[in-house]
C-alpha cells in the first residue's frame, strides 16, 4: 500500500467508517441518477431476478421502462417471467427470444402475445427487418439488409428505437 493511502487511512478511527463512506457516497450517486433519469433501459431477464423490486422502484418515481430479453435459456424459457416482467412499458426481444418466450415461432402471432403483456414489443428480425406492435395494432418495418458482421446490431437497434419511442407519441406509428 502506498505511503499516502496509508496515511489517509490512519486518519479514520474505525476501519468500517471508510466502507460506510462509500456506501453513503454511493447512495447520493444512485438518488441522483434516479431523480434525473425518466426511462430505465433493463438489459436482460437476469437483472429483474437478482434486483426483484427494479420495476417498483423505477415506476414510484415515474420512469418508463424498456427491457431487451437477452438469452439466458434458464429464464427465457421460465414459468415466471411475464410475471416478473409486469409493468415494464416496451419489450425488445429479437425473434428467437420472442419464440422462446411466446412457444410461437410465427412472427405476427408472437407480437401478437408479446402484445397482451407488454404495451409495446418491438421484434428485431435480423436481415428480415423489425416489428412493432402496440396497443394490439401491428407496424412492419422491412429494411433492405447486407450482411455484415452484426456484432451489437441488437443494441444499437434498441438504441435507436427507444430514442424514438422517448420522443414521439407512438400513437402516430400504431
Not at 4 to 30: V, Y
Not at 72 to 99: F, K, M, Q, S, T
Request: hydrophobic share 45%; with cysteine; glycine share 8%.
Amino acid at each position: 500500500m502506498r505511503q499516502a493511502n496509508k496515511d489517509r487511512l490512519a486518519h479514520l478511527p474505525n476501519p468500517q467508517i471508510g466502507s460506510q463512506l462509500k456506501r453513503l457516497r454511493c447512495a447520493a450517486e444512485e438518488a441522483r441518477v434516479w431523480e434525473e433519469a425518466r426511462h430505465l433501459r433493463i438489459a436482460e431477464f437476469a437483472t429483474l431476478y437478482e434486483i426483484r423490486d427494479l420495476i417498483a422502484r423505477a415506476k414510484e418515481r415515474g420512469l418508463t421502462i424498456s427491457l431487451d430479453p437477452s438469452w439466458v435459456a434458464a429464464l427465457i424459457y421460465g414459468r415466471g417471467l411475464l410475471r416478473a416482467c409486469e409493468g415494464v412499458d416496451l419489450v425488445l426481444p429479437n425473434l428467437e427470444e420472442a419464440n422462446a418466450i411466446t412457444g410461437n415461432a410465427f412472427v405476427q402471432a408472437a407480437s401478437r402475445q408479446l402484445s397482451a403483456a407488454f404495451p409495446t414489443a418491438a421484434l428485431r428480425g435480423s436481415a428480415r427487418g423489425a416489428r412493432m406492435i402496440s396497443r394490439g395494432r401491428g407496424v412492419p418495418a422491412d429494411v433492405e439488409s447486407y450482411r455484415l458482421n452484426t456484432a451489437g446490431a441488437g443494441d444499437t437497434f434498441n438504441a435507436g428505437f427507444i430514442h424514438v419511442w422517448l420522443s414521439v407519441s407512438m400513437t402516430k406509428f400504431a
